[in-house]
């Protein structure tokens, strides 16, 4: 084979393997652009549907006074420096995470030692490695 045949064999290959690898390219673009829709659009249904059933059930609800009886027991004092509103706001939380059927009782409000939540965050966050 001649100098010209060979060159236009390999030109004629090279042009095909950039057209081969950018159609593919462009491809994987188009399923993962469209992955992404389906996954947005399914995660957004359960919302619409949410927000229009808890439409439905304040118009259908009448909305009622709760009157909370006081318990038998002694109220507990507060320790360590806390004050009234510090143990009422803990315990409303504790209230608002068991409901109203479980009996709960809290025994003694004691302060962590450890560090908080928000500064273990930030610990993780700025140690974590590349």
Excluded: H
Aim: positive net charge; aromatic residues 8%; hydrophobic residues 45%.
């Amino acid at each position: 084979m001649d100098m010209m045949g060979q060159f236009t064999i390999s030109a004629s290959m090279l042009l095909t393997g950039f057209t081969i690898v950018f159609a593919v390219l462009v491809f994987l673009i188009l399923i993962i652009w469209l992955y992404g829709k389906i996954i947005t659009s399914a995660q957004n249904r359960p919302l619409k549907k949410k927000k229009i059933e808890t439409k439905v059930i304040e118009e259908k609800k009448p909305v009622t006074k709760t009157v909370f009886k006081a318990a038998d027991e002694p109220v507990p004092e507060a320790e360590n420096g806390l004050s009234d509103e510090i143990v009422a706001v803990i315990s409303a939380a504790v209230y608002s995470m068991y409901g109203s059927e479980n009996k709960v009782r809290i025994k003694s409000i004691k302060r962590s030692k450890s560090r908080s939540a928000w500064s273990n965050a930030g610990i993780l966050n700025n140690t974590r490695p590349f």
